[in-house]
């Protein structure tokens, strides 16, 4: 099988490259396991409505001229340009690489037991181990996902308890974010145990015990929402260590002509930011179509303003720009700023009004 452009994986970096190469004439591969699907709905809107939500069905993707191939490539020669994704050999002239992150949650005795729902497969069984009533469900993990996963599941009545080393939910993200997100799931119904260091997790006769230092906890479901981590694609000789992959400015691998890489695999070529880290779905599609249309030959710079948003129950938080570089935050006119060393703004949080996002990117000059 020949293909101009074959795309390894097709999340959402995937399919954003996939469309936009079809939109300039050049019809794509996209390779991966069934219909790409829309990945922040996974530990929201997806886990509340019980199924992932689909980015393109069959006809979609016909209508727009992506070829799609079911499945994992299991080798590839990325010199040559030779891909092999289980009976099917394809011969690609461009391998844009979009294998995005592992949800594998980390190696605690017993804890492999856990659902894992930032996947499709792992959504659908997770929903499927829900049903019958409510449930007495421990997430494990306090960051975006463990939270909107522990809110969500307790608005639909279940007993909710999220637990994390840190002593707060998204502790890892600046002032405000820990107290608005510890508000927002107490709002929710569901609890939060900080500081608890998770030991093992036993199932015995259908009951579950989630163990961590000085206590456990009872459960019926155990969800491990522990982060995730880049994924080394087929090919690329590199240690998981050393992802996220620096790529150039128009997101080509280093040291392979043919080859470029988007979304959550590497360090994202910002004009404004630099290179940056930033696992959110904005911009798995701005890299998505900046790959895109650097293959096709279209003049584009990877400029827009970095964009992430989290529903924790019946709380909105909506951020954009980049929090890493500012040294100090303040509420200003109601928007929370963030502002570097020159004093310039560098990021803005928008807390429970999303129509004020257009007078936050404003504020940044986007």
């Known amino acids: 099988m020949k293909a101009e452009v074959a795309i390894v994986g097709n999340g959402v970096a995937g399919y954003a490259c996939a469309a936009r190469l079809a939109r300039h004439g050049v019809r794509p591969l996209l390779i991966g396991p069934g219909l790409p699907v829309d990945r922040p709905p996974l530990t929201k809107k997806g886990l509340a409505a019980g199924a992932p939500v689909l980015l393109a069905d069959e006809q979609r993707l016909e209508d727009l001229g992506v070829d799609r191939l079911e499945g994992f490539v299991d080798d590839a020669d990325l010199v040559s340009g030779r891909l092999v994704a289980g009976d099917a050999e394809i011969e690609a002239e461009t391998i844009v690489l979009a294998t995005g992150l592992s ?5 605690i005795p017993g804890l492999e037991i856990a659902h894992v729902n930032a996947t499709p497969r792992g959504l659908i069984r997770l929903v499927e181990a829900l049903a ?16 909107e996963t522990a809110a969500t599941l307790a608005v639909a009545g279940h007993d909710v308890t999220a637990l994390d080393v840190l002593e707060r939910p998204l502790d890892r993200l600046h002032e405000p974010l820990p107290a608005l997100a510890a508000t927002a799931l107490a709002e929710a119904g569901a609890r939060f145990l900080g500081g608890a260091e998770l030991t093992e997790v036993v199932a015995e006769e259908g009951q579950v ?31 998981a260590a050393e992802l996220p992959l620096a790529v150039d400015a128009d997101l080509r691998v280093p040291g392979f002509e043919r080859v470029y890489a988007v979304g959550d695999l590497i360090l994202a070529p910002h004009a404004r930011f630099g290179p940056i880290r930033f696992p959110h779905w904005d911009m798995a599609i701005a890299t998505g179509d900046r790959a895109a249309d650097a293959i096709a030959g279209v003049e584009s710079e990877l400029d827009r303003l970095p964009y992430w948003w989290t529903d924790i129950g019946p709380r909105t938080f909506a951020e954009v720009g980049w929090a890493e570089e500012a040294l100090e935050w303040g509420e200003e006119d109601g928007i929370n700023v963030g502002r570097d060393d020159a004093g310039d703004a560098v990021a803005a949080l928008v807390v429970d009004d999303p129509r004020r996002l257009r007078a936050a990117r404003a504020l940044l000059g986007g």
């Open 103 to 107: 949800y594998r949650p980390p190696r």
């Open 132 to 147: 019958g009533g409510p449930k007495q469900v421990v997430v494990v993990g306090a960051g975006l996902i463990g939270t």
């Open 209 to 239: 015990t989630v163990c961590y230092k000085d206590g456990s906890l009872a459960a019926d479901i155990v969800v491990a929402a522990t982060g995730g981590r880049p994924f080394v694609p087929p090919g690329l000789d590199v240690d």
